[in-house]
T-cell receptor, first 110, second 116 residues
Framework: ELKVEQNPLFLSMQEGKNYTIYCNYS?????LYWYRQDPGKSLESLFV?????AVKQEGRLMASLDTKARLSTLHITAAVHDLSATYFC??????????FGTGTRLKVLA | DVKVTQSSRYLVKRTGEKVFLECVQD?????MFWYRQDPGLGLRLIYF???????EKGDIPEGYSVSREKKERFSLILESASTNQTSMYLC???????????????FGPGTRLTVL
């Protein structure tokens, strides 16, 4: 059974600091997604990673994928308050199934 | 822009009531999904529809049914609501996947359902 684990589950960080969220999955998958969710809102797609070594960047967020290690990272550079949200990773299993991690709740303190 | 809408943002129902949650997408996507989201559990797939009138059970289909009579609309039905179905319900849609498509899902705003 495919499982996805994220850590940390909660992250409180100061503005201007860097940090990394980790996403491990248990069996092979050909694509990995990162989503952002603001409180009371739906999921917003951030990144789609398709191959080993893939790296994507958008503003202060950078996502990477290591399929051999079954690991994706979401790196936050010089955090700002607006990045406070819950971040989810998800992998596909088969043709239609997506397995989501439990989410990382990020709080950036001024 | 893909738009996925859900009929209600908040809903309060009583135990035993039949509940309908509606989802509509405007981008001619073949595939549609219903998830529930609970704290500490992430998103769990309830049902999936790969085309009109076609459906597949997800991981937690018990107590739910679905209907897809038109391509743009996917309904989730709670036949007899129970308190353990209090949750956030999220609908999503995507194009049918063809390599190298990345099958990105687009989510609706969610319906927070409370069953008393």
């Amino acid at each position: 059974e495919l499982k996805v684990e994220q850590n940390p589950l909660f992250l409180s960080m100061q503005e201007g600091k860097n940090y990394t969220i980790y996403c491990n999955y248990s069996t092979t998958s050909d694509r990995l997604y990162w989503y952002r969710q603001d409180p009371g809102k739906s999921l917003e797609s951030l990144f789609v990673l398709l191959s080993n070594g893939a790296v994507k960047q958008e503003g202060r967020l950078m996502a990477s994928l290591d399929t051999k290690a079954r690991l994706s990272t979401l790196h936050i550079t010089a955090a700002v308050h607006d990045l406070s949200a819950t971040y989810f990773c998800a992998v596909t299993s088969g043709t239609y199934k997506y397995i989501f991690g439990t989410g990382t709740r990020l709080k950036v303190l001024a | 822009d893909v738009k996925v809408t859900q009929s209600s943002r908040y809903l309060v129902k009583r135990t035993g009531e039949k509940v309908f949650l509606e989802c509509v997408q405007d981008m001619d996507h073949e595939n549609m999904f219903w998830y529930r989201q609970d704290p500490g559990l992430g998103l769990r797939l309830i049902y999936f529809s790969y085309d009109v009138k076609m459906k597949e059970k997800g991981d937690i289909p018990e107590g739910y049914s679905v209907s897809r009579e038109k391509k743009e609309r996917f309904s989730l039905i709670l036949e007899s609501a129970s308190t353990n179905q209090t949750s956030m319900y999220l609908c999503a849609s995507r194009l049918r996947g063809l390599a190298p498509s990345y099958n990105e899902q687009f989510f609706g705003p969610g319906t927070r359902l409370t069953v008393l």
